[in-house]
Structure formats: C-alpha cells, structure tokens
C-alpha cells in the first residue's frame, strides 16, 4: 500500500518569510509524527497526534512553529518568520497508533536563505 | 532523562559480519527499533523488538537486547555494498508519543 508522503521535497525560502510543510499519513494510521533532522542536533521529535486528543507539542522549538491535522488524516506543519537555523529535513512518520512501529515519510529539506 | 548512544562509524569488507551497538536509558521502552537511512533518503523501519525479547532474527538481520545492561545491537550478516547507510537505534519516550533516537552510525561496506 502507500506509505508516508510529504509535499513539497525541497524548499528554499528566504529568511523571515512563512513556509508550510504537508504530510499524508498511512491510511488507517490515527497516530502521527513530525521530526526535525538536522547535522548539529541529529533526530528531533516535534509535535505528535492522535486521533482527536489534544497534540502533543513538547518538542516544538518555539512559537513560530505550528502544526495541525485536519480530520484525522493530512497534517500541515507551519513556521512562521523563518530563520535560518530552521534549516533541516523534517520528517513525518505515521503509526496504527500510539507505541506502534512508525513508518517515515521522505522528508521534506527546508532551506532558508 | 531519555537518552539512546550509538558510536559513529562503522567499517567493514563487503562479505563480513557488521554489528553496530546502542545503549538506552529508558527501561520502560516497549519496544526498541532500527533504522535505515540512505543518502537523501527517509528513515526506513529495519526491524524492532518487544522489550521481553532477547533476540530476533529477519534473514540477515538478528537483533540482540540485553535489557539488564539497556544494550541493544543488530548483525548485519554477509554484508553488502548496498548496506551502506546511516543505522539509528531508537526507543519509544516514556509518554509514548515519541521516537528518541540516538545518532547514527555510518556504516561503511567497501568491497
């Protein structure tokens, strides 16, 4: 079947403008995850989302990052005011549900210049 | 607080066994996982293990867990070129609601 799918694959976008980073889970998955992937801090969790409970967002780095997910199923990850250390492939993942295996997608590379 | 090690490198002759090593820290982990990830590529799930296991074996891959001593490892036998890639070991936070992931280890297959 069709795994984790990210749009877009690379983004290059200039400091301070807003980006929005899309991710289509597994179907079936009620869980789902964004990662950050950078060289300095290696895999970072982000945000997590189950169902229709409040998200867990202890890992976003601050409040110019966003994220929901509309009707259970697709999640947009927004940032706001890009800097450049925002620059890193971030990384979806989807699972049956909380605990489960997670399944990647292939990331998406953020450039800000 | 959670936290997973991995060394960095790893190098061997195509043919060899590989073994690449991960300590952990939460004990709570149900279950402990490998990666795979290729040049620009997504993380790949290689194989995991439940927490009451102490081995499991997929082809050429067999996973030992030493839940005394946190200490995960996985054997790559009769290792290929096509093998290499970055490995992470990764365990499940304590809410369960994350992978904590340690570094990665390079592996290098030359022939």
């Known amino acids: 079947g069709a795994g984790v799918s990210q749009s877009p694959s690379n983004k290059v976008t200039e400091k301070g403008k807003d980006v929005e980073l899309r991710c289509d889970p597994i179907?079936?998955?009620?869980?789902l995850y964004w990662y950050r992937q950078s060289l300095g801090q290696g895999l970072e969790f982000l945000i997590y989302f189950q169902g229709n409970s409040a998200p867990d967002k202890s890992g976003l780095p601050s409040d110019r990052f966003s994220a929901e997910r509309t009707g259970g199923s697709v999640s947009t990850l927004t940032i706001q005011r890009t800097q450049q250390e925002d620059s890193a492939v971030y990384l979806c993942?989807?699972?049956?549900?909380?605990?489960?295996?997670?399944?990647f997608g292939p990331g998406t590379r953020l450039t800000v210049t | 607080g959670e936290d997973v090690e991995q060394s960095l490198f790893l190098s061997v002759r195509e043919g060899d066994s590989s073994v690449i090593n991960c300590t952990y820290t939460d004990s709570s982990s149900t279950y402990l996982y490998w990666y795979k990830q290729e040049p620009g590529a997504g993380l790949q799930l290689l194989t995991y293990?439940?927490?009451?296991?102490d081995m499991k074996q997929d082809q050429r891959l067999t996973v030992l867990l030493n839940k005394k001593d946190k200490h995960l490892s996985l054997r790559i036998a009769d290792t290929q070129t096509g093998d290499s890639a970055i490995y992470f070991c990764?365990?499940?936070?304590?809410?369960?609601?994350?992978?904590?992931f340690g570094k990665g280890t390079t592996l290098s297959v030359s022939s």
């Open positions: 293990i439940f927490s009451n296991m």
């Open positions: 179907s079936g998955h009620t869980a």
């Open positions: 993942a989807s699972s049956l549900k909380r605990g489960y295996e997670q399944y």
């Open positions: 990764a365990e499940n936070s304590q809410a369960g609601t994350a992978l904590i």
